[in-house]
T-cell receptor, first 114, second 117 residues
Framework: GENVEQHPSTLSVQEGDSAVIKCTYSDSASNYFPWYKQELGKRPQLIIDIRSNVGEKKDQRIAVTLNKTAKHFSLHITETQPEDSAVYFCAARGFSGGYNKLIFGAGTRLAVHP | NAGVTQTPKFRVLKTGQSMTLLCAQDMNHEYMYWYRQDPGMGLRLIHYSVGEGTTAKGEVPDGYNVSRLKKQNFLLGLESAAPSQTSVYFC????????????????FGAGSRLTVL
C-alpha cells in the first residue's frame, strides 16, 4: 500500500522567514496530494492541494511543488506569520484495494516566533 | 448545516470494555473515514466506507469494527478496549471522485479523545 514520509517533524522559524516541508510517497499511481493544517486543539483543514498533471500551485503565501519522477512534493510558506503556527500534514491518494483513499504523513509541527 | 459531528467528544474506558463512536454528516457525502491521531504518527486510517452498506480496512484496522447502515452515519466500535487504543479519533467525509481523478477533499469532525486505562 501507499506510504508517505514527511520531514522535518518539527520546524522553528522567525516571523517573515520561509518554511519548507517535504514529503515522499511510495505508490507511483498516486495522483492527488493535499496538505492539511491543524491548529492546536482543532480539526485538520485543507489548505492547498495539487494533482499529478501539475508541477506547481500557488495560493497567496503558500505553494506546493510536485516531482513525480522522484515521488516527492513540498509545501512552501513565505513571509511566515505567527498564525501559521500549526501542525501540517501532507497526504497522497492510494489505490490499494480498489478504492482511493488518503494516506497521511506523520506531520510537521511549525512554530513561527515573533 | 453542521458538517461532520462526532460523539462523544471525550470518553474514558477500562481495559476490556466496549464502546461505539458515532460519526454523522449532513453533506450527503458518499465516502466516510475513521482516522486515529497519535503523537509523532500523524493520521492513520482505520476503516473507511465508499457508500451505504460498504466498509473496507485501512492501515490499522485491528481491534476495531465499523458499520455504515445509513449513508449519513459511520460507526466505529471497540469490542474490547486496550491501552494501545488510547488516541484521538477523527471521522471525515468526502464526495466520491470520478474514477481515479478528482480531489478527495476531506471534511473532518472535531475529534473524539479516548483514554483506555
Amino acid at each position: 500500500g501507499e506510504n508517505v514520509e514527511q520531514h522535518p517533524s518539527t520546524l522553528s522559524v522567525q516571523e517573515g522567514d520561509s518554511a519548507v516541508i517535504k514529503c515522499t510517497y511510495s505508490d507511483s499511481a498516486s495522483n492527488y496530494f493535499p496538505w492539511y493544517k491543524q491548529e492546536l486543539g482543532k480539526r485538520p483543514q485543507l489548505i492547498i492541494d495539487i494533482r499529478s498533471n501539475v508541477g506547481e500551485k500557488k495560493d497567496q503565501r503558500i505553494a506546493v511543488t510536485l516531482n513525480k519522477t522522484a515521488k516527492h512534493f513540498s509545501l512552501h510558506i513565505t513571509e511566515t506569520q505567527p498564525e501559521d503556527s500549526a501542525v501540517y500534514f501532507c497526504a497522497a491518494r492510494g489505490f490499494s484495494g480498489g478504492y482511493n483513499k488518503l494516506i497521511f504523513g506523520a506531520g510537521t509541527r511549525l512554530a513561527v516566533h515573533p | 448545516n453542521a458538517g461532520v459531528t462526532q460523539t462523544p467528544k471525550f470518553r474514558v474506558l477500562k481495559t476490556g470494555q466496549s464502546m461505539t463512536l458515532l460519526c454523522a454528516q449532513d453533506m450527503n457525502h458518499e465516502y466516510m473515514y475513521w482516522y486515529r491521531q497519535d503523537p509523532g504518527m500523524g493520521l492513520r486510517l482505520i476503516h473507511y466506507s465508499v457508500g451505504e452498506g460498504t466498509t473496507a480496512k485501512g492501515e490499522v484496522p485491528d481491534g476495531y469494527n465499523v458499520s455504515r447502515l445509513k449513508k449519513q452515519n459511520f460507526l466505529l466500535g471497540l469490542e474490547s478496549a486496550a491501552p494501545s487504543q488510547t488516541s484521538v479519533y477523527f471521522c471525515a467525509s468526502s464526495y466520491p471522485t470520478s474514477g481515479r481523478s478528482g480531489a478527495n477533499v476531506l471534511t473532518f469532525g472535531a475529534g473524539s479523545r479516548l483514554t483506555v486505562l
